[in-house]
């Protein structure tokens, strides 16, 4: 036993890890206390990765017959293991798309985890069901979709897109037998998707065992209607979804959604809206002028773990009508069989996946605690601080955008400057700790982007980045 474990356990032994103790409590009080510092610390560090060669020499073997005690284990993790992980939700992490969860969110994850909740189905879950399709519903009317549209929080953007998807193909296939037609096309299904969408749709598309027919986006990174309708009517009933990225990762570039959604007219296809990242500007006057068109479509994305302030890993899944995605994705068992005998509202229904953590609730209490308008703010800043980066970076010799940003994401590069300039510098930043910012690279050449979610994220901050680019 290790220090602060050290009281006489009366309990068996094979309860031990479970039974309320002086030990038990002296880990929860260990763990809440760290927690509470991480949580309201003000200089975490950025970090930076090492190797497993010198995290095997720094931590030595942590598990053993004996175990090494909470102390010593909290210690491995706080002193060697968190410093070797990128701090995501750090002001001037700018790469991917960082993590920046409120401190409601965070907090309230812990409370999540101490509840023992599960968020399958409303037998077990109805008081975190109820409130997380609360906010399911909020999130669907601020998207513009009708009464009675909802989902299921699933783990993220990849799961999301592919559920939605599955659901999409299940409709289609069900309309053909419906009309006394093969379930499967002539050539097999298709989905349609802009070039630049994001690589969970080819993801989706190889486990679903269907095609993928990306079509080319303007010059400006927006896929157009004209363009969708061209691959419509060369694929003709093969196509079961058209998928339109609202906000793409690599420039926050919007699809043109209402142009592609007008195509319905003309075309049966379900409309998904991928907006992992990007659908939260939706909640700011700034962003959603961007997004016309998706209340129009039959399922959406967002990942919460982006750009809603919620901690990894969330996304919210909305269809227009959920009745497709409970069709779709019913698991049948004898032993579930009291569970889907009921007309509850059963989360698992909706998505790939049985077993699930009520992942929405820190999102809920966030959102409960602050109100809505709060999050408009934030959103609404990452985005008004992109434009102003944006002019800064148009003002400044030697700096050129790549593309005029819509949402928060701001790319661009510098005159002369190959990859390896770009690796070196960004190496340095990193070496510093001054920031997080990784080259990418569009059409061949390679530049570097700032992705701005956090509401902490200064002006000055970015600036001084910049200035380390002379
Ligand atoms: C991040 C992202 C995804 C994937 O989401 P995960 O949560 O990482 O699985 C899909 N689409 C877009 C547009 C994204 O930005």
């Not at 990765?49 to 995290?55: D, N």
């Not at 999130?139 to 897109?161: H, K, R, W």
């Not at 910012?437 to 701005?452: E, K, L, Q």
Request: net charge negative.
């Amino acid at each position: 036993m290790s220090a602060g474990d050290q009281s006489p356990n009366p309990q068996p032994d094979h309860a031990r890890m479970h039974s309320v103790s002086d030990e038990t409590r002296g880990i929860v009080d260990l763990v809440l206390e760290y927690s509470r510092r991480r949580i309201l610390a003000t200089d975490t560090p950025l970090d930076h990765a090492s190797s497993p060669k010198e995290l095997r020499r720094l931590a030595g073997p942590t598990i053993s017959e004996e175990g090494l005690g909470s102390r010593r284990a909290l210690s491995v993790f706080e002193h060697i293991l968190a410093p070797a992980c990128i701090t995501t939700d750090h002001p001037q992490y700018l790469s991917f798309i960082p993590s920046a969860p409120s401190k409601a969110a965070i907090a309230f994850d812990l409370v999540v985890s101490a509840s023992a909740l599960y968020g399958g189905s409303w037998m077990e879950g109805a008081g975190a069901v109820y409130a997380e399709n609360e906010v399911l519903a909020w999130l669907a009317s601020e998207f513009g979709l009708p009464e009675g549209a909802g989902g299921v929080f699933v783990q993220g953007g990849t799961i999301g897109n592919l559920s939605a998807l599955v659901a999409a193909r299940d409709r289609a296939r069900a309309l053909r037998e419906r009309a006394g037609l093969v379930s499967r096309p002539e050539g097999g299904w298709a989905v349609v998707c802009s070039a630049e969408a994001h690589s969970s749709i080819k993801s989706a598309a190889r486990v679903m065992d269907v095609d993928v027919v990306p079509v080319l986006a303007d010059d400006d990174g927006v896929l157009r209607a004209a363009a969708v309708r061209e691959a419509l009517e060369q694929r003709g009933d093969r196509v079961f979804a058209v998928v339109a990225t609202g906000g793409s990762t690599n420039f926050g570039v919007v699809d043109d959604i209402a142009g592609i959604a007008a195509l319905k007219h003309d075309f049966d296809f379900w409309l998904h809206i991928d907006g992992a990242y990007g659908l939260t500007a939706m909640l700011s006057p700034l962003g959603r002028p961007h997004f016309g068109g998706v209340e129009r479509a039959d399922s959406v994305i967002v990942d919460p773990h982006k750009w809603l302030f919620a901690p990894y890993d969330v996304c919210a899944l909305v269809y227009r009508d959920p009745e497709h995605g409970r069709q779709a994705h019913t698991q049948h068992a004898e032993y579930l069989d009291v569970l889907t005998e009921r007309a509850a509202y059963d989360p698992s229904d909706y998505s790939i996946q049985l077993t699930r953590r009520p992942r929405g609730l820190p999102l809920w209490f966030s959102l409960a605690t602050y109100g809505a308008a709060a999050y408009r703010e934030a959103v609404t800043h990452s985005i008004a601080l992109a434009r102003r980066i944006a002019d800064e970076i148009e003002r400044r010799p030697g700096l050129r955008l790549v593309r005029r940003p819509q949402l928060s994401v701001v790319v661009f590069e510098r005159d002369g400057w190959e990859r390896a300039d770009y690796d070196r510098w960004s190496d340095r930043l990193l070496d510093e700790q001054r920031a997080f910012v990784v080259p990418s690279s569009h059409a061949g050449r390679p530049n570097t982007r700032f992705a701005i979610v956090n509401p902490l994220t200064a002006f000055e901050q970015l600036t001084e980045i910049l200035d380390t680019m002379e």
